[in-house]
C-alpha cells in the first residue's frame, strides 16, 4: 500500500487548510489571505467547535482557527459557555493533529503596564471571556501558533467601526470611553501577517500580532468619523459610565519581542484601508 505523502511541496499538491469560524470577520480574512491554498471554510453550522470534529473530515495540513466566544460581556453571565467554545474549542481543534493558528486576545492582561506588553509578561485575565482565551491557549497543544491580537475591526460583522458608521449616521453626538488604550487591528491586515507567520515556518508558541500605533476607543471613533466624512461629535466617558458587566484593561498595546515577528500597519492605515472597502 502506497502511503500519501504528508508534506504537500513534495506531494505536488496544494496545501490544505481548515478555516474554522470562517463567516466571523476574521475568518472571512483569512479565507482571502489564503485564497492560494486549498482551503476548506466552516463556519459554525458546519462544526460547533464546542464539539470533536465532525466524522470524515479530511486531515488538513494547516488549521487557522477564526471560531470562537465573543460576547466580552456575555461570558460574566455564562463562564461555561464560553470555556466550552474558547477551550473546548481549542483541544477539538488541536485534536486534528495538524498545526494551528490559534487566536487569543489582549484580554488575558490586567492592564496594569504602561508600556506595551510583550511575549513574556505574565497575563492576569479580568474577565471570564479573558480566562477562557488564556485557558484556550493552553489547550491548543504544542504545535501552535498563538496569536494574540487586540480590538479587530473588518468590512463584515459586528465591530467597533460599522457599529460608530451606523451610530453617526443617526445622531449628532456619541459617548465613548477613554479611559482604555489599545491597538485596533484590520482583519486584513493581520491575516496577511499570520500568512507571513506560517510560511516563514516560525517557531510555534506565543505572538503578539496587532497595529501599530495606540489610541482610546474615543480617538478610534473620532478618526472613523473624520475618515467616513461623518459629522458627529465624540463625548468622551469613562469606563465607569458604561457599567458593562466585564471589567476591561485600562492598557492592553500588544508589541511583539520575538524575532522576526511580522510587523503591522498602523491601525489608522488599517481603519483607511477598511473603510475603502466600507465605501466600494
Ligand atoms: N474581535 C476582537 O476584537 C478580538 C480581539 C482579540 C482576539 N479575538 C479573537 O479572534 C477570533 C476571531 O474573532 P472575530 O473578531 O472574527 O469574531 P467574530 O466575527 O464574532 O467571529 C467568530 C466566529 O466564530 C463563530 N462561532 C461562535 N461560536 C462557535 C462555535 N461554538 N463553533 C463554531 N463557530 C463558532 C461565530 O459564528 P456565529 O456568529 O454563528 O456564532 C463567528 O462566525 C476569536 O478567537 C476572538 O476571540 C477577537
Known amino acids: 500500500m502506497e502511503l500519501e505523502d504528508t508534506d504537500p511541496v513534495r506531494a505536488g499538491r496544494r496545501r490544505r487548510v481548515l478555516i474554522t469560524g470562517a463567516a466571523g470577520q476574521l475568518g472571512r480574512a483569512l479565507q482571502e489571505a489564503f485564497a492560494g491554498d486549498d482551503v476548506l471554510a466552516l463556519g459554525h453550522a458546519d462544526w460547533d467547535v464546542a464539539q470533536p470534529a465532525p466524522a470524515g473530515l479530511a486531515s488538513p495540513d494547516l488549521v487557522l482557527h477564526a471560531a470562537g466566544w465573543t460576547d466580552v460581556d456575555g461570558a460574566e453571565a455564562d463562564p461555561q459557555g464560553a470555556a466550552a467554545v474558547n477551550v473546548g474549542g481549542s483541544a477539538h481543534v488541536a485534536a486534528l493533529g495538524a498545526p494551528l493558528v490559534a487566536f487569543s486576545s489582549d484580554y488575558v ?65 456619541v459617548a465613548v470611553v477613554d479611559d482604555q488604550r489599545g491597538c485596533p487591528t484590520y482583519v486584513g491586515h493581520l ?39 461623518v459629522a458627529c461629535r465624540v463625548r468622551r466617558i469613562g469606563s465607569d459610565e458604561l457599567a458593562r458587566p466585564a471589567l476591561r484593561p485600562a492598557y492592553s498595546v500588544l508589541r511583539s519581542e520575538r524575532l522576526g515577528a511580522p510587523e503591522l500597519p498602523h491601525w489608522r492605515d488599517g481603519l483607511r484601508a477598511c473603510l475603502a472597502r466600507v465605501a466600494g
Request: glycine share 10%; with cysteine.
Open 109 to 173: 492582561f490586567d492592564g496594569r503596564k504602561r508600556t506595551p506588553y510583550l511575549e513574556s509578561d505574565a497575563p492576569n485575565p479580568l474577565s471570564a471571556y479573558g480566562r477562557s482565551k488564556l485557558n484556550g491557549e493552553a489547550a491548543a497543544g504544542s504545535r501552535a501558533w498563538i496569536v494574540r491580537t487586540s480590538w479587530l475591526f473588518g468590512e463584515t460583522g459586528n465591530n467597533f467601526v460599522r457599529t460608530m458608521l451606523r451610530l453617526g449616521a443617526e445622531r449628532d453626538e
Open 191 to 229: 491575516a496577511s501577517a499570520v500568512a507571513q507567520l506560517v510560511s516563514d515556518s516560525a517557531q510555534f508558541g506565543v505572538w503578539h500580532l496587532a497595529a501599530g500605533g495606540e489610541c482610546t476607543w474615543a480617538d478610534l471613533a473620532e478618526a472613523i468619523f473624520e475618515d467616513a466624512g
